[in-house]
């Protein structure tokens, strides 16, 4: 029995072995990797070029899946890749977004969980407003800005598009947020004692069939991060605020109940803002008004079609200082750098009274 334990313990300790002369020659191999993503980056800066490349990171994944020969390892050498990329995009933003990133909001927000993914290393400025982020990026004062542009179940931020039409910034890159609402209340409290719930009128909205179930009395709040925050120094065993499972520890709260919303799938879109275009991606976005003529739209989204763009998004937002004037906003699939592109923004800028290419993205 001694002998068999000893025996186990010895392969033990040889596996341990084994497994740190495998890290060790790990890190040095990472540390190789990452000085070749430093070149990659210094030559995507020179080009304007995004740090998301969705054909490439598939490549990647194929040929590393064919490298492995044992079938029980392979998927968890592909997940384990997909990770040391999403590393290398991370560093990549650190050195392309060098210095502070902004938000609107409090810590714990959901822009602010956002850019932690994004930006892990970056300092994290926190604006009141979504238009002092807008005014911040103009001024240099951050390198960009993550704001929240679209959710999967209550629709657009509508006051984002119309900051985008006024202030010249590009959208550099997208980036969608599983957000997975919690029921948060103060220690001790339970889904027998809350009878009011507090969050963002969004929130509310969104798990508005698990509030009507309880029959929570439901109040708005400025965002979830303050709400849970209130919940927290209230310390009321009648209040439960809805946040994500982040916030509540933040601010020492009890999750009540998880994934509480009417949609399993709620995602936010946020975008990155910055100064700066960047030249490649597989989507592209146009801003552009046009005459009070018969037909206008109609021969915009015939050119469009021409070209072979699928388009797919379009909105239209009334112009804030010009009455009855609006604008449109597309989301197109492509290339916006090819040739094609290029003849539709010569023919759209014939066509429109203004025109702007938003921004150039990745969306896989
Ligand atoms: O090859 C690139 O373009 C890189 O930026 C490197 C890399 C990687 O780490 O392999 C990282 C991000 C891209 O999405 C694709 C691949």
């Not at 502070?100 to 850019?115: C, M, N, P, R, S």
């Not at 990026?137 to 629709?155: A, H, K, L």
């Not at 021409?306 to 004037?325: I, T, Y």
Request: charged share 25%; with cysteine; aromatic share 10%.
């Amino acid at each position: 029995m001694e002998n068999k334990k000893t025996e186990q313990e010895n392969k033990l300790a040889d596996a341990r072995k084994t497994i740190n002369e495998v890290d060790a020659a790990l890190a040095k191999l990472f540390v190789q990797r990452m000085d070749a993503v430093a070149d990659v980056i210094a030559y995507k800066m020179e080009h304007g070029l995004p740090v998301f490349d969705p054909v490439r990171e598939k490549e990647v994944l194929v040929r590393c899946g064919d490298a492995i020969d044992s079938d029980a390892y392979r998927p968890y050498f592909v997940s384990f890749m997909e990770n040391v990329m999403e590393q290398s995009k991370r560093y990549q933003r650190s050195v392309l977004f060098d210095g502070t990133v902004g938000y609107q909001g409090t810590e714990g927000a959901y822009a602010q969980i956002a850019l932690s993914k994004l930006f892990p290393s970056h300092r994290a400025q926190a604006f009141e407003t979504w238009q002092d982020v807008f005014e911040a990026v103009m001024r240099d004062e951050i390198g960009c800005g993550v704001i929240p542009f679209e959710n999967s179940y209550t629709g657009e931020v509508e006051e984002v598009l119309d900051l985008l039409y006024r202030y010249p910034v590009s959208i550099r890159e997208i980036y969608d947020l599983k957000i997975e609402h919690c029921l948060v209340a103060p220690q001790g409290a339970s889904i027998g004692t809350i009878q009011e719930v507090v969050s963002h009128p969004q929130a509310l909205k969104q798990c508005g069939g698990y509030i009507k179930s309880h029959g929570f009395h439901a109040t708005a709040y400025v965002n979830t991060a303050l709400a849970a925050e209130h919940v927290a120094k209230e310390a009321d065993l009648h209040k439960a605020a809805i946040a994500s499972k982040e916030t509540a520890e933040r601010f020492g709260l009890s999750v009540l109940a998880e994934k509480i919303s009417e949609s399993a799938q709620n995602t936010t879109r946020f975008i990155v803002i910055a100064k700066q275009p960047a030249n490649a991606g597989n989507h592209f976005s146009l801003l552009f008004t046009l005459r009070h003529d018969a037909g206008q739209l109609a021969a915009v989204m015939q050119i469009i079609a021409q070209h072979g763009f699928n388009m797919e998004c379009v909105r239209s937002k009334a112009v804030h200082d010009v009455p009855w004037q609006y604008y449109f906003y597309v989301e197109l699939e492509g290339d916006a750098s090819s040739e094609q592109a290029k003849q539709l923004f010569c023919e759209m800028q014939v066509r429109c009274t203004t025109f702007r290419v938003l921004g150039v993205y990745y969306k896989s």
